[in-house]
Structures are given as C-alpha cells and as structure tokens.
C-alpha cells in the first residue's frame, strides 16, 4: 500500500475507502479501454497527450468512456463498463438464464440508455484464469472479417425475442470490426 493512500485513509471510513478504491479501478479500466480503442484506431498516442485538460479538475474526467464519446461525437455507440468484475468464465458460454450475469447487465443497459437509436456496447474484464482478457457485449452491427486471427475470434450471437442481435464477443475482435465502421480521426 502506497503511503499517500495509507495517509488519505486516515479518517475515512472503511466503507468509504472501499468505494473510492472501487471509483479508481473503475476508472483505471476505462482510461485503458479507451488508449486501447483509440491507439488501435489510429490516433496516435502524441494526439492524446495534446487533448489532456490542463486544470487538473478535469483530470478525472479525461480518457474515460464519457470523454471519449464527448470528444468523438461520431462514435457510433453508447459505451459503459460493467459493474460487475467477478465474471464467471462459464457466464461466456451459458444461455440466458437467471444465473448467467450477462444478460441481466444487458437488460440494465437498455433501460439505462432508453429511447435511444445509438447501438450499447459494455466493456468487461474476463477473468484472468480464462487467459482471454476483455470482452465487449454490444448491439452494433458490424461487418465480418474474413482472414481474422482464430485467436481472437470467439464471439457468441443471440438473437432476444425482439429480434435484436446481441453479440458478445473478444475485445480484439470487435476493435478490428469497430475499425472498418468508425475512424476517430
């Protein structure tokens, strides 16, 4: 434990350092899906050094998901993370049931996000043990790729009774097919 957060947590409840501890990693992890899309997407990382905010109140707001679509207005969807980060690796392959914890985030997300015609896309991590990293489940309809890596194709499609296509796929994978759709430059 570093010693400013040792000092910070003087006085602080415990409740409320669990909180603020949860706020940092769930930033942490927004900032890294963001550098992430857009690095692969061709924004150069010198771009995103000259868009840091120099008052430091908006430092906390810079690189998130809520900036990256404030600062691209044409991103074609909504982004959000999950709330949940202790994802059993069996939920990937499960179907919809009660106990699967994707398809209840999805349900959250539509009423979340509304009326709205844009496409949902919720970024997650995977559990380490599973070796796959992040996975992105979305609404957005996006072209396939013929020659993509067997490594990064692992994607799972329902289709909800609405018949509307749900995918659930590696984040790699759907970078690359985000890629032939948007251009953030």
Request: net charge neutral; hydrophobic share 40%.
């Amino acid at each position: 434990m570093a010693r400013d957060d040792r000092i910070s947590r003087i006085g602080e409840s415990r409740e409320a350092w669990r909180e603020r501890k949860e706020n940092n990693r769930r930033l942490a992890y927004e900032r890294k899906i963001v550098r992430k899309i857009l690095t692969t997407l061709g924004v150069p990382r010198v771009q995103l050094k000259i868009d840091a905010p120099d008052n430091p109140a908006e430092q906390d707001w810079y690189l998130t998901l809520a900036w990256m679509e404030f600062r691209y207005p044409n991103v074609p969807m909504h982004t959000t993370t999950a709330d949940v980060w202790n994802i059993s690796a069996w939920d990937f392959f499960r179907v919809r049931t009660r106990k699967n914890s994707f398809w209840p985030k999805w349900n959250e997300l539509k009423e979340e996000f509304g009326n709205s015609d844009r496409p949902i896309a919720c970024f997650f991590p995977l559990p380490q043990a599973s070796g796959l990293g992040n996975a992105v489940l979305h609404n957005l309809d996006l072209p396939y790729i013929a020659d993509e890596d067997p490594q990064e194709l692992l994607r799972m499609e329902r289709v909800t009774t609405s018949l509307e296509h749900i995918s659930l796929e590696l984040f790699p994978s759907f970078i690359n097919r985000l890629g032939l759709v948007w251009n953030p430059q």
